[in-house]
């Protein structure tokens, strides 16, 4: 049975395919692109925008461990919703995934209950101590595509070292999150006025930024790829900047809440407004989007951080970090920078697919005959307002719910595959 799909405007992120065209799918690869096709189904999609199914490489699938957060099943079918069709999950389960053992059940797990493409990032350190490096060889051999002590940082700049020059080795990207934790310890939002106002311990930029820094250079002595996540500050992407001028190996993502919201979204203590690294300043948005438009930031990720509404309905010091982020990803992007005309949408779309697919080298985020079909349909127009009830995740921690938002997913398709449908 063929797929097809007709009568949409087509965005490739490469422009080889853009246009008023037809795409047809047969045996989970693209077939055919042109004008007045057939095929066995028909989804037409007048009206709506046909891009390459998105690419998001920091996510928090919870699984094995803290499966009432969120499990991989629950999380591809929120990524689905969010149009993504491939997605990277970190390593800081409970268990750690820092072994053969563990790299082996994510992908059994994933093939029997996920229904999109789900990549395993390993942990860089044993148990995510900061002393023993991981067999990052064996790791990669299995599928591992990345790197990662996501959730903190390596403390020590010898062992970070090493796990840099380890990583470049195999040719695996380390992914950076970056803080020292003695600055940052005991905080639990931006430190700033807004903290100050309302009693809450605050976490410096500084925490951040210094920590950019240090690991870009011990990269650069490494001759390794360092991709630095969720980048909050002005101040960091100005170091990363730098950094790509003189020749460093570093990529960075920033994280749709970060230029969607400010500390002001503290205010009414929500805790569904703590993440970390936290929201900062209308100065380090404007940062961030001017990053954005020159090529500083190479992706978006969400960081989807599934918690549950126990945990987060405490005091706001208490609860734990942590937002909801795959299914209004590609709504923020277009809300807050496509709209205001800050970037095109074949922009936002090339941050959310093509770039970052190159960065952990994956065969996809392009429309291409013979590539593999994964297609997110969406309107691009169309306006919607984030609900509680909606969520396909197993969680509802988004300090989003009551925002309306413009952009609406209406069909992901993965491996020719309908695994969505609004």
Same mark, same amino acid.
């Given at each position: 049975?063929?797929?097809?799909?007709?009568?949409?405007?087509?965005?490739?992120?490469?422009?080889?395919?853009?246009?008023? &065209?037809? =795409?047809?799918?047969?045996?989970?690869?693209?077939? #055919?692109?042109?004008?007045?096709?057939?095929?066995?189904?028909? @989804?037409? $999609?007048?009206?709506?925008?046909?891009? %390459?199914?998105?690419?998001?490489?920091?996510?928090?699938?919870?699984?094995?461990?803290? /499966?009432?957060?969120?499990?991989?099943?629950?999380?591809?079918?929120?990524?689905?919703?969010?149009?993504?069709?491939?997605?990277?999950?970190?390593?800081?389960?409970? !268990?750690? =995934?820092?072994?053969?053992?563990?790299?082996?059940?994510?992908?059994?797990?994933?093939?029997?209950?996920?229904?999109?493409?789900?990549?395993?990032?390993?942990?860089?350190?044993?148990?995510?101590?900061?002393?023993?490096?991981?067999?990052?060889? /064996?790791?990669?051999?299995?599928?591992?595509?990345?790197?990662?002590?996501?959730?903190?940082?390596?403390?020590?700049?010898?062992?970070?070292?090493?796990? &840099?020059?380890?990583?470049?080795?195999?040719?695996? %990207?380390?992914?950076?999150?970056?803080?020292?934790?003695?600055?940052?310890?005991?905080?639990?939002?931006?430190?700033?006025?807004?903290?100050?106002?309302?009693?809450?311990?605050?976490?410096? +930029?500084?925490?951040?930024?210094?920590? =950019?820094?240090?690991?870009?250079?011990?990269? #650069?002595?490494?001759?390794?790829?360092?991709?630095?996540?969720?980048?909050?500050?002005?101040?960091?992407?100005?170091?990363?900047?730098?950094?790509?001028?003189?020749?460093? +190996?570093?990529?960075? #993502?920033?994280?749709?809440?970060?230029? $969607?919201?400010?500390?002001?979204?503290?205010?009414?203590?929500?805790?569904?407004?703590?993440?970390? %690294?936290?929201?900062?300043?209308?100065?380090?948005?404007?940062?961030?989007?001017?990053?954005?438009?020159?090529?500083?930031?190479?992706?978006?990720?969400?960081?989807?951080?599934?918690?549950?509404?126990?945990?987060?309905?405490?005091?706001?010091?208490?609860? !734990?970090?942590?937002?909801?982020?795959?299914?209004?990803?590609?709504?923020?992007?277009?809300?807050?920078?496509? +709209?205001?005309?800050?970037?095109?949408?074949?922009? $936002? @779309?090339?941050?959310?697919?093509?770039?970052?697919?190159?960065?952990?080298?994956?065969?996809?985020?392009?429309?291409?005959?013979?590539?593999?079909?994964?297609?997110?349909?969406?309107?691009?127009?169309? #306006?919607?307002?984030?609900?509680?009830?909606?969520?396909?995740?197993?969680?509802?921690?988004? %300090?989003?719910?009551?925002?309306?938002?413009?952009?609406?997913?209406?069909?992901?398709?993965?491996?020719?595959? =309908?695994?969505?449908?609004?």
């Amino acid at each position: 049975m063929s797929l097809l799909i007709k009568n949409a405007r087509i965005l490739d992120p490469e422009g080889k395919c853009s246009g008023d &065209l037809d =795409i047809r799918i047969d045996d989970g690869t693209i077939a #055919e692109i042109g004008s007045g096709l057939s095929g066995d189904e028909v @989804i037409d $999609a007048a009206g709506l925008t046909v891009c %390459p199914g998105l690419v998001d490489i920091h996510v928090h699938f919870r699984e094995p461990g803290q /499966e009432s957060k969120e499990d991989i099943a629950s999380g591809s079918r929120a990524a689905a919703r969010g149009g993504f069709t491939t997605v990277v999950t970190m390593a800081n389960t409970q !268990p750690r =995934i820092d072994n053969a053992g563990m790299v082996e059940f994510v992908n059994r797990r994933a093939r029997e209950t996920g229904c999109i493409r789900i990549r395993p990032a390993a942990c860089a350190t044993k148990g995510m101590l900061g002393e023993e490096l991981t067999e990052m060889a /064996e790791l990669k051999e299995l599928g591992v595509v990345a790197v990662t002590d996501d959730g903190q940082d390596i403390a020590s700049s010898a062992v970070m070292r090493r796990v &840099l020059e380890y990583a470049a080795m195999v040719d695996l %990207p380390y992914m950076a999150h970056c803080e020292d934790e003695a600055l940052a310890k005991g905080g639990a939002m931006n430190e700033g006025f807004t903290a100050t106002r309302l009693g809450i311990p605050g976490i410096p +930029k500084a925490a951040e930024e210094i920590r =950019i820094d240090r690991n870009i250079r011990l990269a #650069e002595v490494a001759d390794a790829h360092i991709h630095i996540q969720h980048v909050t500050t002005a101040g960091g992407i100005e170091i990363v900047r730098q950094a790509k001028k003189r020749g460093a +190996k570093v990529t960075c #993502e920033v994280c749709p809440h970060h230029f $969607a919201l400010t500390d002001a979204a503290v205010e009414t203590f929500n805790s569904n407004a703590k993440m970390n %690294p936290p929201l900062r300043e209308q100065h380090d948005i404007e940062g961030i989007i001017e990053g954005i438009q020159d090529g500083t930031v190479d992706c978006i990720s969400t960081d989807h951080a599934p918690h549950t509404p126990t945990e987060k309905g405490v005091e706001f010091e208490f609860a !734990p970090f942590g937002i909801l982020g795959l299914e209004t990803a590609l709504a923020l992007t277009i809300t807050e920078l496509v +709209k205001p005309g800050h970037i095109t949408l074949e922009r $936002a @779309i090339q941050l959310l697919t093509t770039e970052a697919a190159r960065i952990c080298k994956f065969d996809c985020g392009t429309l291409r005959v013979g590539g593999p079909a994964d297609l997110t349909i969406f309107d691009p127009a169309e #306006e919607w307002t984030v609900s509680d009830d909606s969520f396909a995740s197993k969680s509802r921690n988004s %300090p989003f719910i009551g925002t309306t938002l413009t952009g609406r997913v209406r069909h992901t398709i993965c491996g020719g595959e =309908i695994v969505y449908t609004a």
